[in-house]
Nanobody, 124 residues
Framework: QVQLVESGGGLVQARGSLRLACAASGLTFSTHALGWFRQAPGKEREFVAA????????AYADSVKGRFTISRDNAKNTVYLQMSSLKPEDTAVYYC?????????????????WGQGTQVTVSS
């Protein structure tokens, strides 16, 4: 059974930093692309960042480029999202997701496995 478990969310002040982690089990981690998505209150879930299985390819939403960095440790079956210069509009539930391949990584429908999410709240 595949499980993705996010951690690291919390309350942070604007311009602060936070690092999210997503631990995966039940899948061959290095063959799966991992993505981060978020859903703010009253809004649809949106793409944030993604990284291929090898780590050689990444993708970012324009809204987070230069502020967020995705990374992965295949030895630990964990993907990270380092978030810096946080803004109140980054407030959302953040989800990690996995797909077997690196196909249209910004599209949610490509991801088969999803975590339960972790809340990030940025105060102004």
């Amino acid at each position: 059974q595949v499980q993705l478990v996010e951690s690291g969310g919390g309350l942070v002040q604007a311009r602060g930093s936070l690092r999210l982690a997503c631990a995966a089990s039940g899948l061959t981690f290095s063959t799966h692309a991992l993505g981060w998505f978020r859903q703010a209150p009253g809004k649809e879930r949106e793409f944030v960042a993604a990284m291929s299985g090898s780590g050689g390819s990444t993708a970012y939403a324009d809204s987070v480029k230069g502020r967020f960095t995705i990374s992965r440790d295949n030895a630990k079956n964990t993907v990270y999202l380092q978030m810096s210069s946080l803004k109140p509009e980054d407030t959302a539930v953040y989800y990690c997701a996995a797909q077997f391949a690196w196909i249209a990584p910004t599209e949610q429908r490509r991801y088969l496995y999803w975590g339960q999410g972790t809340q990030v709240t940025v105060s102004s």
